[in-house]
């Protein structure tokens, strides 16, 4: 397939997605008041995110149409397009109007087993990623795994095909009837989760062996899905006065972080900011829960101490504990900024103590030969560059007309 070939069946297929999710929010509209059925307004604002997978994969097709990483986020963004649509579809024509659409009823019983699809292609894209191949040929029974268990997923959804209907709409579904095809539904189930798990642990050992470019793509994923898996269960913690709308749109926010970094690794963009996003991540993450945790603490010991907290703080409360947190910011971000410096990057925190040690010895040194060799040492130890030197100006005693190109270097090789 030629480039400009696979280019347009890229942007065709995001394009499909894209119009997909647009019918399913106009079906929405007309439907608001149905508030028990499976796929809530907040819910669909949400899958907004994965036109972001169908339009990450058409740009990665245009530019490697050979790399498979691209065909599966289009793949992925059509087949959230169409399980949009077919739950919009199913209950515009089964529930909001009763017999305007042909063919609702399957679609009903077709979205009882679609997420199969995205289980197997989240599976088969953790595994590839980011070469497009397994790790080793030896990790090729995982997408066999996959492959059976999704299957026996839609074998299974077939004992349910008798009951299609409003009734698969609801939030929880009909019971499914106990018949050997719902078993075999639940034994794929398991076999394609213990897939997905192994998938998972495969970007681990593949990161372990990994170097170069392709280390720094792993890590563009492995952030989004460690912030993924623990910004998740915190959106749980939100205050019950939160509405479910904003819960929705912020665990969509998490899920949008995956096809980005997988965009920006595949394609090379920045590949090596994303040691400087994990540092930023790490340290005002630690910095936002000590403050948060030194804010309550402070609240609540001044509170006890002088008459109790009640319902409502008191104003003289709350300032002191912002005056607390206000003085704490910037010596809890320094030391926090060089633990997270010793521990995740080692390199750049020995270089600064390397620095910081010539800057002491600078004030006292005084013979230009030990200054420049010491110099060119730390140039060695904290660049490592392949090769070094040193141009020193002439003596302000040598002769006024002495010729630039006359400087002799100093110089350090290895």
Known sequence: MSRRTAARLGWSLFGLSALLLAVAFVLNLRRTQYADLSVTTGELLGQLVFVLFGWF????????????????LCAFGLANGLAAFA????????????????????????????????????????????????????????????????????????????????????????AEPGSVLAELGNVGFLAALAALLVAGASLVVRFRRARGVERQQLKWLLYAVAIAVLGTPLLSLAPSRTPELVVDLASALLIALIPVTVG????????????????????????????????????????????????????????????????????????????????????????AKTIEAFSARLRDQIDLDTLASELLAVVDQTMQPTRDSLWLRPSASGSSSTARSEARPTTWSY
């Open 57 to 72: 994969g058409a740009l990665i097709v245009s530019r490697r149409p050979s790399h498979p990483i691209g065909w599966l």
């Open 87 to 174: 739950s919009e579809y199913a209950i515009y024509g089964l529930v909001s109007t009763p017999g305007a659409a042909p063919g609702a009823a399957a679609l009903a019983w077709v979205t009882s087993w679609l997420f199969a699809v995205n289980l197997a292609l989240l599976t088969t894209l953790l595994l590839l990623f980011p070469s497009g191949r397994p790790p080793s040929p030896r990790w090729r029974w995982v997408l066999w795994l996959a492959s059976v268990g999704n299957g026996l997923i839609v074998i299974g959804a077939l004992a349910l095909w008798p009951l299609r209907g409003a009734a698969l709409l609801q939030t929880n579904g009909p």
């Open 264 to 351: 920006l690794a595949i394609l090379k963009y920045r590949l090596y900011d994303i040691d400087r996003l994990i540092n930023r991540t790490l340290v005002y993450g630690l910095l936002t829960a000590l403050l948060a945790g030194v804010y309550a603490l402070v609240v609540l010991v001044l509170g006890q101490l002088f008459g109790g907290l009640g319902t409502n703080l008191p104003n003289w409360a709350v300032a002191a504990a912002t005056l607390a947190v206000a003085a704490l910011f910037r010596p809890a971000r320094r030391r926090i900024q060089q633990g997270v410096d010793r521990r995740f990057n080692r390199r750049k925190y020995d270089a």
